[in-house]
Nanobody
Framework: QFVESGGGLVQPGGSLRLSCAAS????????TAWFRQVPGKEREGIAC??????????TDSTSMKGRFTISRDLDKNAVNLQLNNLKPGDTGVYYC???????????????????WGQGTQVTVSS
């Protein structure tokens, strides 16, 4: 089981750190990714991190590039997504996804992942 947290209301230009925390298994062993779905659009990939965290990949989307960073928190058995310089267009539901296979690399595509969290709402508004 894993659960996303850390969403909320933030002003434009602000930051949030989302967390995908696992229980009952060691998340470090599995490739993990963050996706989001903003209103009126399909769900899109943001970033992923490989098993053991040796490799990461971030979307090429110009709307997100350079502002979002994925990392592992081994102490908390979690994968975090740092969101900086947030914009109103970042408003949406952010999802964590886990691939049920050891992966030395990862992709930010939905079909790469087997399990999905319920999401956490991020709202960027003044």
């Amino acid at each position: 089981q894993f659960v996303e947290s850390g969403g909320g209301l933030v002003q434009p230009g602000g930051s949030l750190r989302l967390s995908c925390a696992a229980s009952g298994f060691t998340l470090e062993y599995y490739a993990t990714a963050w996706f989001r779905q903003v209103p009126g659009k399909e769900r899109e990939g943001i970033a992923c991190i490989s098993s053991r965290g040796g490799w990461t990949k971030t979307t090429d989307s110009t709307s997100m590039k350079g502002r979002f960073t994925i990392s592992r928190d081994l102490d908390k058995n979690a994968v975090n997504l740092q969101l900086n310089n947030l914009k109103p267009g970042d408003t949406g539901v952010y999802y964590c996804a886990v691939r049920d296979l050891w992966s030395s690399h990862c992709e930010v595509t939905e079909d790469h992942y087997d399990y999905w969290g319920q999401g956490t709402q991020v709202t960027v508004s003044s």
